[in-house]
């Protein structure tokens, strides 16, 4: 079975600095990894995927993350936060079978300060 | 940009009534899910449903829990009988490739 971290379930930051996000993973097989957006009563938005190939990968809104295998781990990182960003961030994984069904981390309340 | 769609996005009910929740994938995918979330916690996977029977189901995906595809368009999910802690935002997916689209949610009060 796999599961899902996400270390800090609340996260402040200034307009204009890094924004990191951790995500860590435990799974027996090789994993897909995603992270989701998701803004008040709103549904889950994907922000990028990690499946195979290029362990950096890039996303919507400026977003990157990058699968380090030896650290079972996905963090997701912006540049520079800007307002819009503030919302809640769901990593999941998912396996390769054919169902491919999502585990979600708990999620972490992403808040950007002026 | 086909999207999923779910209707109602509120739902009330007393408890111990039925409530089936709809979703509409988009048109040509062939792997439909339904997650919930209850207020504060995680989205949790409920059930998959490919060429019209359930693939995979979690441990809450009891026998209150019952999922059709009525037509070449909708996908639904009944709950029986609910209870007070089925209050939660359910949310449908459907999936194309490794990929999985998710609708708006339908948030269901139990009273």
């Known amino acids: 079975a796999q599961s899902v971290t996400q270390l800090g379930s609340h996260v402040s930051v200034s307009e204009g600095a890094l924004v990191l996000l951790r995500c860590n993973y435990s799974s027996s097989v090789p994993p897909y990894l995603f992270w989701y957006v998701q803004y008040p009563n709103q549904g889950l938005q994907l922000l990028l995927k990690?499946?195979?190939?290029?362990?950096l990968v890039k996303g919507i809104n400026g977003f990157e993350a990058e699968f380090k295998k030896s650290e079972t781990s996905f963090h997701l990182t912006k540049p520079s936060a800007h307002m819009s960003d503030a919302a809640e961030y769901f990593c999941a994984v998912s396996l390769s079978g054919s169902a491919r069904q999502l585990t979600f981390g708990s999620g972490t309340q992403l808040t950007v300060l002026p | 940009e086909p999207e999923v769609t779910q209707t109602p996005s509120h739902q009330v009910t007393q408890m111990g009534q039925e409530v089936i929740l709809r979703c509409v994938p988009i048109s040509n995918h062939l792997y439909f899910y339904w997650y919930r979330q209850i207020l504060g916690q995680k989205v949790e996977f409920l059930v998959s449903f490919y060429n019209n029977e359930i693939s995979e189901k979690s441990e809450i995906f009891d026998d209150q829990f019952s999922v059709e595809r009525p037509d070449g368009s909708n996908f639904t999910l009944k709950i029986r009988s609910t209870k007070l802690e089925d209050s939660a935002m359910y949310f449908c997916a459907s999936r194309e490739a490794n990929e999985q689209f998710f609708g708006p949610g339908t948030r269901l009060t139990v009273l």
């Open positions: 990690y499946t195979t190939g290029a362990t």
